[in-house]
C-alpha cells in the first residue's frame, strides 16, 4: 500500500506531502489544478522517463519519495535486504537533476534505475488515458491473459526453457562454423605444435645451450688448460700437492709450541682438501668436453630454433601459452563430434522440456480465456453496456518463443448483430476504460494490491459514471485504490476524498492537496456537480449522492 508521497520542486509543486489511506482514495480539482502531475510523479517513481524541463523555476532538482507497507515482503528485495522488515516496509526515492543525473534509493540504500523498473510492478499499477490505449496492445493483452501466478511460474520456466534451445542452437552453429574450418585450422595447430616438438624452452636451458656451444667452439684451449692446471695441483713432478706435504710436516712440529702456528697447519689441511677438489674436477671437466661433432650440431640447431622462437613469441612464458593454447584447441577441434552430439542433446531437452511447459500453459490459457469471456460480459453489462460481447482469439506463434505458444487478441464488439472485432480497431476511448475496469475487477491476482486509475472514467455518461464508482469501491474492498476524477458520481464512492488546488502567492504558482473533511467533501462534489457556485440545493443533492453511494454495497 501506498502511505506516503511526497514530491519536491515538481512543476508547480514546490513541497507535497499526501497521506493516503486503505480503501478508495478519489482526487478531484479544476482542470489544471495539477491532478495530471501527481500522475506523473507517480510514473517518475516507478521508472519511467522523465523530463527534466518540469523542474520546478529555479531549482535544480526534483525528488520523488514515496512510503509503502506490504503484508508481504517485495521478492525483488530478497538479495539486497536481510531483515524481513525491510523487504515490506520501504520508502522509495528518485532524484532528479538539471544536468540529467539521476540518483535511486530504497531505504536510504543506492540502487540503479534498471532494478527500480523491475521493482515498479510489486509497488502498484498505474492506468491512465494512455495506459488504457496499451490495453489495445497485443502484448498488454497476453499480459493480461497470464496475470495469474501459475501462469507468471510456467512462463519463468518457459523463458529458461526459451533459452536453453537458443544457447544449444547458437553452440550447434558455432560448431559447424568450427568444421567448416576444421582442416586448415588442425593444418595451422600441427605447425605450431611442431614448432616446439623436442625442444625444452625454458630460458635456463637456454642459456645451458649458449655456454655448451661457447665451450664446443673453444675446446683445444679449454682442454690444454685445464690439463695443464691439474698437473700443476696433481701430476706434476713435482706437483703442488707433493710440495705442500713438508710444509704440513713443519707446522705439526710447531704445532705445540704455539697455537697460531697449530691453527695455521689446520688452514693449510684445509687447503689440501681444497686443491685435491679442485684437481678431482679439473679431472671430471676434462671427461665432459670429450665432444663430437654430431653434438655441436646439435646444440647449435637447439639454440638457433630457441632463438627464432623468442624472436617469434617474445619469450619462455609467452611460448609456453602459446603452446598450451594450440594443443588446448587442437583437443577440441578433435572433440566437435562430441560437442555437436552434446548441443542435439540440449536442444533436444530444450524443445522437449518447451513443448511440456507450453502445452500446460495453453491448457490454463484456453481455460482463463473461457472465464474471462464468461464473466467479463456481465461486468461491462453492469458498467452500462447493453449488448456487449468479448472474445479471446489466440493465434499460434513460432515455437520456443519465451512467452509459449500462441498470442492473444482480445476481441470485442459492443453492437447488437455486429460481430466481435479487434478491440485495438473497434473500442472507444471510454469502452477501453469500462473494458481495463472489468479487467481489474476479474484479475484481481496481480504482484501489485494498489490500483491507480487516471480519469478511467473519461468518456462515460453520470449513469455509467455511478455504477464505474461502484466498481472500484467492490475492488478497494481487496486493494488499495487511488482515482482522479471529474464525476460526482465516482467522487461519492470514496472512502477518502482529496482535493488538488492551484493557487498563486508572491508571483509564483503553488499546487497543494488537501484531505477534505465531510462538510467539505459534500461541497466538492456538488461543485463537480455544477460546476459553478454551490448552492443548498446542490448541497443537498451531494449529500444524497454520497448517500447512495454508501447504501449502495
Not at 532524484?95 to 535511486?104: M, S
Not at 638457433?304 to 624472436?311: F, I, N, S, T
Not at 593454447?325 to 540440449?346: G, I, N, P, T
Not at 531437452?349 to 518447451?354: K, L, P, T, V
Request: charged share 35%; with cysteine; hydrophobic share 35%.
Amino acid at each position: 500500500m501506498l502511505q506516503k508521497l511526497r514530491i519536491r520542486n515538481l512543476a508547480v509543486i514546490q513541497d507535497l506531502e499526501v497521506d493516503f489511506q486503505p480503501g478508495l482514495n478519489v482526487l478531484t480539482g479544476e482542470t489544471g489544478a495539477g491532478k495530471s502531475i501527481l500522475m506523473d510523479s507517480l510514473r517518475f517513481l516507478g521508472g519511467e522517463r522523465f523530463d527534466k524541463t518540469l523542474i520546478r523555476t529555479g531549482e535544480n532538482r526534483v525528488t520523488i519519495e514515496g512510503h509503502f507497507r506490504f503484508d508481504r515482503p517485495l521478492p525483488p528485495l530478497m538479495e539486497f535486504f536481510e531483515d524481513e522488515e525491510d523487504r515490506r516496509e520501504i520508502i522509495l526515492r528518485r532524484e532528479l537533476y538539471e544536468d540529467e543525473r539521476q540518483r535511486v534509493f530504497i531505504n536510504n540504500e543506492p540502487f540503479k534505475l534498471p532494478f527500480l523498473r523491475q521493482l515498479a510492478p510489486y509497488l502498484y499499477s498505474l492506468y491512465g488515458q494512455h495506459d488504457q490505449r496499451n490495453l489495445a496492445s497485443g502484448i498488454s493483452q497476453r499480459e493480461l491473459l497470464d496475470l495469474p501466478q501459475e501462469h507468471l511460474s510456467l512462463l519463468a520456466d518457459l523463458d529458461g526453457a526459451s533459452r536453453s534451445v537458443w544457447e544449444a542452437e547458437a553452440a550447434l552453429k558455432r560448431v559447424e562454423e568450427r568444421e567448416k574450418e576444421r582442416g586448415r585450422r588442425e593444418e595451422y595447430l600441427r605447425y605450431v605444435i611442431a614448432e616446439f616438438e623436442g625442444l625444452d624452452f625454458r630460458e635456463e636451458n637456454y642459456r645451458v645451450l649458449q655456454e655448451k656451444k661457447k665451450v664446443f667452439q673453444n675446446s683445444e684451449t679449454i682442454v690444454r688448460n685445464l690439463q695443464e692446471s691439474l698437473n700443476l695441483i696433481q701430476e706434476g713432478e713435482p706437483s703442488l700437492l707433493e710440495l705442500l706435504g713438508p710444509v704440513e710436516k713443519n707446522l705439526a712440529h710447531l704445532a705445540p709450541f704455539k697455537k697460531e702456528w697449530e691453527e695455521l697447519g689446520e688452514e693449510l689441511a684445509t687447503f689440501r682438501h681444497q686443491l685435491e677438489d679442485a684437481a678431482s674436477r679439473l679431472s671430471l671437466s676434462l671427461g665432459e668436453i670429450d665432444y663430437t661433432p654430431e653434438e655441436l650440431e646439435e646444440t647449435e640447431e637447439s639454440l638457433a630454433r630457441l632463438e627464432k622462437l623468442y624472436r617469434k613469441y617474445g619469450g619462455e612464458a609467452e611460448m609456453g601459452k602459446r603452446l598450451g593454447e594450440a594443443v588446448e584447441e587442437m583437443k577440441s577441434l578433435e572433440s566437435l563430434e562430441f560437442d555437436r552430439e552434446e548441443s542435439l542433446q540440449r536442444r533436444r531437452e530444450g524443445e522437449r522440456r518447451w513443448t511440456e511447459l507450453a502445452e500446460r500453459l495453453t491448457s490454463l490459457r484456453l481455460k482463463r480465456a473461457s472465464y474471462l469471456e464468461e464473466h467479463i460480459v456481465g461486468e461491462l453489462q453492469e458498467l452500462g453496456m447493453k449488448s456487449p460481447l468479448f472474445k479471446v482469439q489466440m493465434t499460434a506463434v513460432e515455437p520456443f518463443s519465451p512467452t509459449g505458444a500462441e498470442e492473444a487478441e482480445f476481441l470485442f464488439s459492443s453492437n447488437a448483430g455486429e460481430s466481435p472485432r479487434p478491440l485495438s480497431k473497434v473500442a472507444s476511448g471510454g469502452e477501453l476504460s469500462r473494458i481495463m475496469l472489468a479487467l481489474k475487477l476479474l484479475s484481481q491476482e496481480e504482484a501489485s494490491r494498489t490500483f491507480i486509475f487516471d480519469e478511467i472514467d473519461s468518456g462515460v455518461g453520470g449513469g455509467t459514471a455511478e455504477r464505474v464508482g461502484e466498481k472500484l469501491l467492490r475492488l478497494a474492498k481487496d486493494h488499495q485504490i487511488l482515482c482522479i476524477t471529474h464525476f460526482p458520481q465516482v467522487a461519492a464512492f470514496g472512502d477518502h476524498h482529496f482535493r488538488v488546488e492551484k493557487e498563486e502567492r508572491g508571483g509564483r504558482t503553488f499546487s497543494t492537496v488537501r484531505s477534505l473533511a465531510e462538510d467539505e467533501r459534500v461541497a466538492e462534489i456538488a461543485r463537480l456537480m455544477a460546476g459553478t457556485a454551490v448552492s443548498e440545493s446542490l448541497s443537498q443533492g451531494a449529500r444524497e449522492l454520497i448517500e447512495r453511494a454508501r447504501n449502495r454495497l
